[in-house]
Structure formats: C-alpha cells, structure tokens
C-alpha cells in the first residue's frame, strides 16, 4: 500500500482558501486518492476521492497532477466549522488491501476567526 | 437515526473485566470495521469483515475478538480488558459496487477506559 505524508498542522483564518498537500510517491497504477474529514471524538467522513486530474464537489477540489504523486484538497473560502483533522489515503478499492488502509495522523487544520 | 449505532458510547471498566462494544448498521453494507483511535493518533484497525462468513485481522488484532452475528451486526470484544486498551473505538461499513467509492461510514465511537 502506497505511504502518504501530508504536514502535520495547518492555520488559516476564515475566508481564505486552504490548500493541504499529500505526497505519495510510491502510488501504484490502480490506486485512487481519497480524502477523509474528522471532527474531534467523531469519525472521519469521506470529502472527496480522485484518480487523476481534477474533482470538485459540493465541498472541496481534488488536483492531481500527471505524475499522480502527490495530490491537494482546496478548501475554498473555509470557516471555523472546517477546523478539523484530514486525513489523506491511497489504496486500490477493488484490492482487499484496501480494507487496511492506514489513516495516519492526518492534518489538523485550525482556522481562526 | 444513525445508520451505524455503537452500544455503548462510553464505558469505564476495570483491568481484567470482558468487555464487549456493539455495531449495527442500517446501511445493508456487506463490509464492517472496527478500528481504535488513540489521542493525537491516527486510526488503526482492527478486524474487518467483508460478509457473515468472512473475518480478518487487521493491524492490532491482539487482545481483541468479533463475531460477526448477521449482515447488520459485528460486536468488537476484549476478553481482559488493559489499561492501554483505553481508547476511542469506532466501527465502519462500507460497500463496493459499479462507480462506488470504497466510502467508509463511521459510527459515532465508543469511548472505552480501562482502570
């Protein structure tokens, strides 16, 4: 299963857009790119997944660039509410590897008033 | 309601007791989890099923046991519960069909203190 390292920490302020990094240089041909959220003392919720390019949801943006080694979630215009850890996975969902998919301690973004 | 429900959501109990942590799922999902997450930390798992007949271990499986009774059900225990068995205990679904995600559901965790 391909390792991800994304920064420990992040701040912002309200408004702003918030762009969190995840390289996984080691990605295999059929892994896809999945992006979890977590509050505190609940558990995680999925945000958005992506295999190549560029996905955009209700919630955030997923760019993946050619190489498909690294990836960011964008956050746009974030507000208290997205204080939370993210945690960024890459496995093969079709792969019963998948299953053990390891969350790792994530980033916990703090944004401020 | 809650389409995972974790019984119960807190539980203190002292070293050596049996504990058992419940799962249900409304979601008609094939694929159960049970992961633990430890303050500051990541989650970790530890077993997972892909259906009643299916039960595999995942990283720290040691000192833990499920039992998987139906489709909607799968019930996490410590048969002596530890002190460093204190932790944050969260169970999972997930189903994979044509254009799914692999999307895992999490339960609301069941805080779980060993004296």
């Known amino acids: 299963l391909a390792k991800t390292t994304q920064p420990i920490s992040m701040d912002s302020y309200e408004g702003q857009e918030v762009n969190i990094t995840c390289s996984h240089n080691?990605?295999?041909?059929?892994?896809?790119i999945t992006w979890y959220q977590q509050f505190p003392s609940q558990g995680p919720r999925f945000i958005i997944q992506?295999?190549?390019t560029k996905v955009t949801n209700e919630v955030a943006s997923l760019f993946i660039p050619a190489d498909r080694k690294s990836s960011t979630l964008s956050l746009p215009r974030v507000s208290l509410s997205d204080t939370a850890v993210y945690y960024c996975?890459?496995?093969?969902?079709?792969?019963?590897?998948?299953?053990?998919?390891?969350f790792g301690t994530g980033t916990r973004l703090l944004v401020s008033p | 309601d809650a389409d995972v429900t974790q019984t119960p959501r807190n539980r203190i109990t002292k070293t050596g007791k049996r504990i058992m942590l419940e799962c249900s799922q409304t979601?008609?999902?094939?694929?159960m989890y049970w992961y633990r997450q430890d303050p500051g930390l990541g989650l970790r798992l530890i077993y997972y099923?892909?259906?009643?007949?299916?039960?595999n271990k995942g990283e720290i499986s040691d000192g833990y046991s499920v039992s998987r009774q139906a489709q909607a059900k799968f019930s996490l225990s410590l048969e002596s519960a530890i002190p460093n068995q204190t932790a944050l205990y969260f169970c999972?679904?997930?189903?994979?069909?044509?254009?799914?995600?692999?999307?895992?559901?999490f339960g609301e965790g069941s805080r779980l203190t060993v004296l």
């Open positions: 999972a679904t997930s189903d994979l069909g044509s254009g799914d995600t692999g999307e895992l559901f």
């Open positions: 099923s892909f259906d009643v007949k299916d039960i």
């Open positions: 996975l890459v496995g093969d969902m079709y792969d019963t590897g998948f299953q053990k998919l390891v």
């Open positions: 992506g295999y190549k």
């Open positions: 080691n990605i295999a041909t059929n892994d896809y």
């Open positions: 979601k008609g999902h094939d694929r």
